[in-house]
């Protein structure tokens, strides 16, 4: 079993959906991130969470420390919003430890 | 914030020959990172970059094939040695600020033919 899972592993959506990634983790953490992949292969970091619920823009991310779970939402999902999301925990010496991701495509 | 960059961007190499990847970061970072991302799959950390000392190795990588340096606070290095069609992937590196998320460059894309 993975230390990180993520679910689903592919979602496809229409434009305006609200859209949920989930993340469960089974090692202890420091923090939780959320990052976005596209295609060409850079990575953009959208949250870093250690409690709570964290907002930007359209983006939700929250955790639940004490059941190991956090969730990642997008408001009004537009096609641009496409990407791969990935969920990865941070342990000691902020080390990163990451989920599967999440192929995410918005149609229009 | 932190802006990192890579050079190269990508390479198409022969069998055998090593690759040098730079990662250059515009603000003073206690932690780098060096990660893999083959085809199709997730990241895997191969090392943490320790400046002034020896890099950190993940299970299942080593040192004589991934050399790391880390000579000051804003770069270090990796280098992929004596490659293989298996060594295709995408390498990133990382830094992580203190209290801050952690950056990550826009990758290396390897080829390995």
């Known amino acids: 079993k993975n230390e990180v899972e993520q679910s689903p592993q592919n979602l496809t959506a229409q434009e305006g959906e609200f859209i949920t990634i989930n993340c469960s983790y089974s090692?202890?953490?420091?923090?939780l991130h959320w990052l976005q992949q596209h295609p060409g292969g850079g990575i953009v970091s959208l949250f870093m969470l250690s409690s709570g619920k964290k907002k930007h823009g359209r983006l939700i991310a929250t955790i639940n420390i004490q059941e190991k779970h956090s969730s990642l939402h997008i408001t009004a999902s537009h096609p641009r919003d496409s990407a791969v999301y990935i969920c990865a925990v941070e342990t000691s010496g902020s080390r990163l430890t990451f989920g599967e991701g999440t192929q995410l495509t918005v149609n229009p | 914030s932190a802006v990192i960059s890579q050079k190269p961007s990508r390479d198409i190499c022969q069998r055998g020959t090593s690759l040098t990847i730079q990662c250059q970061v515009d603000?003073?970072?206690?932690?780098m990172f060096w990660y893999r991302q083959q085809p199709g799959q997730s990241l895997t950390l191969i090392a943490t970059?320790?400046?002034?000392?020896?890099?950190?190795?993940e299970s299942g990588f080593v040192i004589d094939k991934f050399p790391i340096s880390r000579p000051n606070l804003t770069f270090s290095t990796l280098t992929v040695s004596n490659m293989s069609p298996e060594d295709s992937s995408i390498y990133l590196c990382?830094?992580?600020?203190?209290?801050?998320?952690?950056?990550f460059g826009p990758g290396t894309r390897l080829t390995v033919l």
């Open positions: 970059a320790n400046q002034g000392s020896e890099a950190t190795y």
């Open positions: 090692v202890g953490i420091s923090a």
């Open positions: 990382s830094a992580g600020l203190a209290s801050d998320t952690q950056y």
């Open positions: 603000s003073q970072v206690t932690m």
